[in-house]
């Protein structure tokens, strides 16, 4: 919006003049700026909520607050990966390969995408094609059964573990 951290623009394209960083309502148009801030801060809240609640083994409750951000900011890939997880755990497979490939739209090299769709394609060989080769044996003669991949883990910011709100344009 504006360089200076004493002043904050308008943020209607329309408008942009420039308020002090402490007004209510702008000046020129008397649009509500702390309104306008609260709101553009809300869905970074919404994701650190849903994963609190992940963590909390609530995944239908993460689900939904992950929901929320992507039907707010449809471009965020960080949500979109994470209600695709919530969607995996929650035995909805569909519903998450479809969130990881609009991921991918955006973001073709996302690894969190990747990893959750190359879990889905070995789940799905698993259960559309039976194997009837028997598993390799050990050195010790134990039979071991293959590997499933594991599903990619909820995103977060290496530091806090939590979102921090959209930035001022």
Not at 4 to 28: F, I, K, M, Y
Not at 90 to 114: G, I, M
């Amino acid at each position: 919006m504006t360089s200076d951290p004493g002043r904050l623009a308008c943020p209607l394209p329309r408008c942009r003049a420039v308020n002090s960083a402490t007004a209510e309502t702008c000046q020129a148009c008397g649009a509500p700026l702390r309104a306008w801030a609260r709101l553009r801060a809300h869905p970074a809240k919404l994701f650190n909520t849903g994963l609190q609640e992940a963590r909390s083994g609530r995944t239908a409750t993460a689900r939904d607050h992950f929901a929320a951000v992507v039907h707010w900011c449809p471009g965020d890939a960080e949500a979109r990966s994470a209600l695709a997880l919530a969607c995996l755990l929650l035995d909805d497979p569909e519903e998450a390969r479809d969130h990881w490939h609009q991921v991918l739209t955006r973001r073709p090299n996302d690894t969190t995408a990747l990893k959750g769709l190359a879990h889905l394609a070995q789940l799905d060989s698993r259960t559309s094609t039976p194997d009837l080769t028997p598993a390799p044996e050990t050195e010790t003669g134990v039979t071991e059964s293959p590997e499933s991949p594991e599903p990619p883990r909820t995103p977060q910011t290496p530091e806090t573990g939590q979102k921090e709100p959209a930035a001022s344009e």
